[in-house]
């Protein structure tokens, strides 16, 4: 990957409908070359796919829950069971196994506490825990989906 490369990773993932002519005058290529960088971008699994970003707010998710579990299972039985209920459920967005003291967390989009609470009570009637902790977000302070570049070059390539 080259700085051309970067520079059109960089604009795609703020506009990833701009339109191939004002890109390729962006990046300093014809508009041949210029799509035929972002097809081998594709190729190469750079760029994953495209999607549109939906405003939370509109479809009414205000709320974000982040849940930590912590376990005393540490089964493959258990922990099939588990992340298998946790990714059936539609309001989790975001899921990680961890290290630390923490086992889990996800993050988790709702319409309400009301609404989290009848999440909750879903997720404790699929799984046993050892012990759930959800912290609630008060303020949105950073949220991006555009990744840093600064360190393909150390990449580990495939």
Not at 73 to 97: C, D, G, L, N, P
Request: with cysteine; aromatic share 12%; hydrophobic share 40%.
């Amino acid at each position: 990957m080259n700085e051309i490369d970067k520079k059109i990773l960089s604009i795609l993932q703020v506009n990833a409908d701009i339109p191939i002519a004002e890109l390729s005058k962006k990046v300093g290529l014809s508009a041949t070359p210029c799509w035929a960088r972002i097809n081998k971008l594709y190729k190469q699994g750079y760029i994953k796919k495209k999607v549109a970003i939906v405003d939370r707010f509109k479809i009414n998710l205000p709320v974000v829950a982040f849940v930590q579990v912590r376990t005393s299972q540490h089964s493959m039985t258990w922990s099939k069971q588990f992340i298998k209920a946790v990714k059936e459920m539609e309001e989790v967005v975001e899921f990680y196994r961890l290290s630390g003291t923490i086992d889990y967390i996800f993050k988790v989009l709702v319409p309400s506490i009301e609404k989290y609470n009848e999440f909750y009570k879903k997720l404790t009637d699929k799984v046993d825990f050892s012990e759930v902790t959800s912290s609630f977000s008060m303020e949105e302070i950073k949220y991006t989906n555009s990744l840093t570049l600064n360190y393909t070059d150390e990449a580990i390539k495939p």
